[in-house]
Structures are given as structure tokens and as C-alpha cells.
């Protein structure tokens, strides 16, 4: 029940019902109650396992991305003092990681998740910086250049975690040479 309001608070409540639902099988997500609410709601519910997959793999990717962008951004160690003397450490920065990263444009898609959630791109700070103002209080133009401090680390992270992936990949995948009606041999190790 935890898990299904939890849910139901921080997710739903923004989105709306999903159409389907990839998950490992944890007991929270194969429970009776978990079960029968998504099909009340007609939610699938895809369950992937190390061997069978129910996944093209991209939900995989994305998360060991996303971890890669995060650790980057903690070592990194971005650190502000602002205007005032206060220092803002990386935590008070992170949201600055999230929104670059739902406004950049994803190879994949050729979209920003931002465009793909919710059909458009939000409005960026930096995008939106006055140039006729003679006269910027200290403290704003303090926090003009943390926010824009924080966008060039968030950037950076992301760049180096894409480039990191991208190497990654590369590595281990060469570009197979076959063509309609090769003979393939296929392991049967994981097969039931």
C-alpha cells in the first residue's frame, strides 16, 4: 500500500495512469495489490529479469546514465558563494541537472525528454536574461552567475557521461557483417 500511494502521490498525480509499466520483480511490483490496480486501471505491467529482458534494453541505459551524470556531478564538487557569503553546495544545485538534462536533445528520439513528457520545452533562465538592464542588484547578478555556473557543470556532466556511454559501447560492439540467410549459431545456456 506504501508503494501505491507513494506513487500515486509523486507520480500520478503529475502524469496520469500509465499505458505500461517496466519493473524488475521486486515484491512491491509482483504484489496482489500492485497487480490488481493496474489492470483496474489497465496498466501492462512488463517485468524484466538478468536472462529475459521484457525490455529493448534503453530503460537500462538511460538509468546507468542518469547514475553516471549524478556521480560526475558529486565529484565534480560544484561549489557557489554567492553575493551574501552563503556557499551552495552541489544538493542545492542538482535540480539545475535535472532540467539540462530534460532539455537537451537525445540522440534516440531526436527530442528533449521535456518535449516527449509534456509536448514542449521549458522556458531556460539563461534564455531569458535581460540585456537592457543598467542596473543589476548585487545579489541578483550573484545569483545570474551561480545559475550559470550550474548550467555549465550540469552540461558538462552530461557531455562527459554521454561520451563515457558512447565509448562504453563502442568497445564492447562491433557492427555485425550479416546478411539475410547467414547460418548463426545461438547459445542455449539461458533458454527454459
Known amino acids: 500500500m506504501d508503494t501505491s500511494l507513494l506513487i500515486w502521490n509523486r507520480v500520478v498525480s503529475w502524469t496520469g495512469i500509465f499505458t505500461n509499466i517496466i519493473s524488475g520483480r521486486d515484491p512491491k511490483f509482483t504484489s496482489a495489490l500492485w497487480t490488481n490496480l493496474h489492470q483496474l486501471f489497465g496498466t501492462k505491467l512488463s517485468f524484466c529479469t538478468a536472462y529475459h529482458p521484457q525490455t529493448d534494453g534503453r530503460p537500462e541505459r538511460m538509468i546507468q546514465t542518469l547514475k553516471d551524470m549524478v556521480r560526475r556531478s558529486c565529484a565534480y564538487g560544484l561549489e557557489f558563494k554567492d553575493f551574501d557569503g ?107
Not at 135 to 150: D, N, Q, R, V, Y
Not at 153 to 181: I, L, Q, T
Open 86 to 192: 552563503f556557499t551552495h553546495y552541489w544538493c542545492t544545485l542538482f535540480p539545475e541537472l535535472e532540467l539540462a538534462y530534460k532539455t537537451l536533445i537525445h540522440t534516440s528520439p531526436n527530442q528533449t525528454p521535456a518535449i516527449l513528457e509534456k509536448g514542449w520545452n521549458p522556458k531556460l533562465p539563461q534564455d531569458s536574461w535581460r540585456k537592457d538592464l543598467i542596473e543589476i542588484h548585487p545579489t541578483a547578478a550573484s545569483f545570474k552567475g551561480m545559475l550559470e555556473k550550474a548550467r555549465k557543470h550540469a552540461v558538462r556532466c552530461m557531455e562527459d557521461s554521454f561520451a563515457y556511454a558512447n565509448d562504453k559501447w563502442d568497445k564492447s560492439h562491433a557492427n555485425p557483417d550479416f546478411k539475410v540467410g547467414d547460418i548463426a549459431l545461438v547459445s542455449t545456456t539461458n533458454f527454459n
